[in-house]
């Protein structure tokens, strides 16, 4: 990162990280997790090069704040719906804490790559891979055109193609 993008960053730091922590705090209610998701806005802000841009740095500082919160909330959910997925099998079938614990990278990992989706082009992607719908049916249920459906798939599959294989992957 060039000198200068390095100070824009450092600037805006400086004069915005209080008020972004003090508003994740009120929305989680949680200083310490409010104390991540500000460090890990930050960290977004330089990945994405925008810093010396910006007209509206509150704006911009709560748009990428909230993705992090959403996401954060989702991978919440998704573990809660696992949890009492586990809670309602009879102890012979519930899985050991290994293979918990590989579920649940597994679970982590697909919503990593499916974080980088923007939130129709996944509701679309998870509505045909996980629910088996047919595009007419996704189409009707997001209320959007087979055309859009079609398009939000070939987004979902295009950015999926293009991330980096992990370990133990092709």
Not at 160 to 170: E, K
């Amino acid at each position: 990162m060039p000198a200068a993008a390095c100070q824009d960053v450092e600037t805006l730091y400086r004069d915005h990280r209080a008020w972004l922590h003090a508003w994740l705090a009120r929305q989680l209610g949680n200083a310490f997790e409010a104390s991540d998701l500000t460090q890990d806005t930050f960290v977004n802000l330089m990945a994405s090069r925008q810093a010396e841009r910006l007209q509206e740095p509150r704006a911009y500082l709560t748009t990428l704040a909230k993705r992090l919160l959403y996401n954060r909330w989702r991978r919440r959910d998704l573990e809660r719906a696992w949890l009492e997925a586990l809670a309602s099998l009879p102890p012979e079938v519930s899985p050991s804490p290994e293979d918990y614990a590989l579920v649940r990278e597994a679970i982590e990992a697909v919503d990593q790559w499916l974080s980088g989706l923007a939130p129709k082009v996944r509701q679309a992607f998870l509505l045909r891979r996980l629910d088996g719908m047919k595009h007419t049916e996704i189409a009707q249920e997001m209320n959007v055109s087979l055309a859009t459906v079609e398009r939000y798939l070939k987004q979902a599959l295009l950015h999926l193609c293009s991330l980096p294989a992990g370990p133990g992957h092709r």
